[in-house]
């Protein structure tokens, strides 16, 4: 587990809804590892929930029944997905989401990880305060972040994370005297109120 926070894995889930504790299940993961800045390795894969998915997330994702009728349970995928994280730590725009099903599918398989979650999200909003919002979208073009492929499709959402993350980092870095930002710097910056970053910063 590194502290420096440009080395991790960035991960995003599509599902079938937003909550596992009514049964929702994941139906895509797409991941990238990150190493000093570097995309090094990404993971994609359709899972298959066991049940059909509804026309609005048919609609929202692009993902079909038809495509999952094809693709491996999420025990399967996910057994393999844990492997692949090993112990990095794992960073997701809006976490809290993401975190909640990665937690559910892993206690599915007995599975969990050792490394800790950071939210682009949460810096984001301690860093672009001028931001018209922190939806992922809004952030690309907000940082001018070049952008081709489709928003709602896990593999795309975790690289275009990946990327703000980076530009995150390095704004926060023009602030800080160190050689890279340290992940626990991170954790209390996300716990900082907007008035008081300035001086965590600078304290830092």
């Known amino acids: 587990m590194h502290d ?6 960035v991960l995003d889930f599509e599902t079938t809804g937003l909550s596992p504790n009514n049964g929702d299940r994941a139906i895509e ?4 590892r990150l190493e000093q800045g570097i995309v090094t390795d990404k993971f994609q894969a359709l899972m298959n929930p066991g049940f059909r998915i509804s026309t609005f997330i048919e ?3 692009g993902i079909t029944n038809g495509m999952l009728t094809t ?3 999420c025990d399967a995928v996910m ?3 844990c492997d692949f994280i090993g112990n990095d730590n794992l960073l997701a725009h809006n976490s809290a989401f993401d975190r909640k099903f990665l937690d559910a599918e892993f206690s599915n398989i007995s599975r969990t990880y ?4 950071m939210c682009s999200l949460l810096v984001s909003r301690r860093i672009n305060i001028n931001a018209p919002n922190h939806k992922l979208g809004t952030l ?6 070049a952008a081709e492929g489709d ?3 896990a593999l795309f959402d975790a690289e275009m994370t990946a990327k703000l993350w980076l530009t995150l980092l390095d704004d926060i870095n023009s602030k800080i005297s160190l050689d890279y930002v340290p992940f626990s710097l991170l954790k209390k910056l996300c716990k900082t109120a907007k008035k008081d970053v300035s001086a965590l910063l600078a304290k830092w």
């Open 71 to 73: 693709a491996s349970p």
């Open 151 to 153: 928003f709602h499709r």
């Open 29 to 32: 993961i797409g991941a990238v």
């Open 59 to 61: 609609q929202y994702t």
């Open 114 to 117: 050792p490394g800790e979650f």
């Open 79 to 81: 057994a393999e997905f």
């Open 140 to 145: 690309i073009n907000y940082k001018n972040i």
């Open 4 to 9: 420096n926070a440009n080395s991790l894995v």
